[in-house]
């Protein structure tokens, strides 16, 4: 368990069995279903969500606390899910994190800012500034991915692109689902139900909402560049088997007359003079390689290739 109760010059106490005077508290899952010590609280702290059994980003307002869980898309370097419950009243934020990446995130928060009033509102906004910090970057890099497969289709490489459009058609869906998310539950802040935040803070969740709403944009824009990608590929496919099918017409369209002069002379009736006619055969034999070049003629002037 981590407690922390930051003053105006930055100091902080932490992990102190004493919980008076701390706003933060960090706990992870297991943590919080030993039901901890932590006075002033003691009938509310069982609403904090679980980290682990987040699915969903959502803010829910009571009547003395405001809780909900974050779940983003991404992933720790261990592939552990970053995830986080949380439990809100006018003085105390209790986190449910674990990953530990909370910890740093507060770490970084309090060394970025010394002289950050301790205060729910201010906190809570630097969490969330932190949390989509780096997502225009990770959305540019998945933009150069789109732009690269791009490339590759119009170059004619298809070999197991299908597959990449789909992993990153998934991570754009899951992206956008996320900041739509978390969208509302900013939107649920500054409501302000419970008058937990200033006019200060209640700006700064309405800047937050607005840089949400343009990385969720932008995220549309990506998933929508993936569609056209993926019809560009289905288009590419659909031209090769076009040649395909036009090759297999050209051989069948010269093979027909041949295929008909094969049959006419394979009834073998007695009497046709072609058959006892010395010449038959080489006759035969030029005959079909005439028709065999009228019919290149033909298929060439009319530009069937």
Not at 9 to 26: M, P, R, V, Y
Not at 62 to 78: F, K, N, Q, S
Request: charged share 25%; net charge negative; glycine share 6%.
């Amino acid at each position: 368990m981590y407690q922390s109760a930051l003053s105006a010059s930055g100091e902080q106490a932490s992990d102190s069995q004493n919980c008076n005077g701390h706003i933060l508290t960090l706990l992870t899952s297991e943590e919080l279903e030993q039901e901890p010590c932590l006075p002033g609280l003691e009938d509310i702290l069982c609403h904090t969500p679980l980290a682990r059994d987040a699915r969903v980003c959502k803010a829910e307002a009571h009547r003395t606390y405001l809780c909900g869980t974050i779940v983003t898309p991404r992933h720790t370097r261990e592939q552990r899910p970053i995830s986080f419950g949380y439990l809100l009243t006018k003085d105390r934020m209790i986190i449910c994190d674990d990953a530990g990446v909370a910890h740093r995130m507060f770490q970084r928060i309090r060394e970025e800012n010394p002289q950050l009033t301790p205060n729910i509102g201010g906190l809570l906004y630097g969490f969330l500034e932190l949390l989509i910090a780096k997502d225009m970057h990770h959305l540019q890099e998945l933009e150069e991915m789109l732009s690269q497969l791009e490339e590759q289709v119009l170059e004619g490489g298809l070999d197991n692109l299908n597959h990449q459009m789909t992993v990153l058609r998934k991570e754009l869906t899951n992206w956008g689902r996320y900041y739509t998310q978390l969208e509302d539950m900013v939107c649920e802040f500054e409501e302000n139900e419970n008058k937990f935040f200033t006019d200060i803070e209640m700006r700064q969740f309405h800047m937050v909402e607005k840089r949400i709403a343009r990385l969720k944009n932008e995220a549309q824009i990506l998933r929508e560049y993936g569609l056209q990608i993926r019809e560009l590929f289905q288009a590419e496919i659909d031209i090769r088997q076009n040649r395909i099918m036009k090759i297999l017409t050209i051989v069948t369209t010269i093979f027909l007359p041949l295929t008909l002069v094969a049959g006419w002379y394979g009834m073998n009736f007695s009497n046709m003079p072609e058959l006892s006619w010395k010449y038959g055969y080489p006759a035969v034999i030029v005959i079909s390689l005439v028709i065999v070049m009228i019919c290149l003629w033909i298929m060439k002037k009319k530009k069937f290739w």
